[in-house]
């Protein structure tokens, strides 16, 4: 088939179609990316169709790898696409941002992003690898609970050190414990070390206690044996 230089194909709808696709979507594919953007819309479908998600499933359609799919998610949350409520994933429309703010929010999403790539390393380091469910909580903490990812990082700490077996609702537990308190950051949590095991102060193992410095001064040589 040919056509004219400069125009288009004009292309026919299919009757009876059941996923409404809003045109803001195909707008921002550039910057979410083909994966993430393909993502939503499958997501969409379901939502329409009264599907359930598998993350597996829908990876499998797309015919990609589930750890691509995973991340297409985290971009997709990080640029407001999609709100994770725990056992409930809501798809929305994020507002237009005006261009004088453009390329601040570019700075923070990239901050944000940059932020909890390093919280799922640090867990994975420290614990094993966070499965896709345990990803979407961590960010959940990060995002609508707004606890910084150096806190919840603590908080793998605290749970290494007091749990004989790590787990993700022991660490899910120590978070909402200092959530109800008000912490939030780093500084909050510093304001308040008893909260934490792992920040309290333990002397190093060069000092001497006020007993041990008075014994040394009387007995010297004893002390030095």
Not at 67 to 77: D, N, R, S
Not at 127 to 139: A, D, H, I, Q, T
């Amino acid at each position: 088939m040919s056509t004219p230089k400069g125009t288009g194909v004009l292309l026919q709808g299919i009757e009876g179609l059941p996923v409404q696709v809003p045109q803001t979507i195909f707008q921002h594919q550039a910057d979410l990316g083909p994966t993430a953007a393909l993502l939503w819309i499958n997501l969409l479908a379901c939502a329409q169709t009264s599907r359930p998600v598998r993350i597996a499933d829908l990876a499998r359609d797309m015919g990609v790898d589930v750890g691509e799919l995973e991340q297409a998610m985290v971009i997709l949350a990080s640029a407001g696409w999609i709100n994770d409520e725990g056992l409930v994933i809501r798809l929305t429309v994020p507002e237009p941002v005006q261009q004088g703010t453009l390329e601040t929010a570019v700075a923070v999403l990239d901050e944000e992003q940059a932020s909890f790539e390093w919280l799922v390393d640090y867990y994975a380091a420290r614990v094993g690898n966070p499965s896709p469910e345990e990803m979407r909580k961590l960010l959940y903490w990060m995002e609508r609970r707004q606890v910084s990812h150096e806190v919840i990082a603590v908080a793998i700490e605290e749970m290494c050190a007091g749990a004989a077996r790590p787990s993700f609702p022991y660490l899910e537990g120590i978070l909402r414990n200092w959530h109800a308190q008000g912490i939030r950051t780093y500084a909050d949590l510093v304001e308040r070390p008893t909260l934490a095991r792992v920040l309290q102060h333990k002397p190093a193992e060069e000092e001497l206690t006020a007993a041990e410095l008075r014994w040394k001064e009387v007995f010297p040589d004893e002390f030095n044996d």
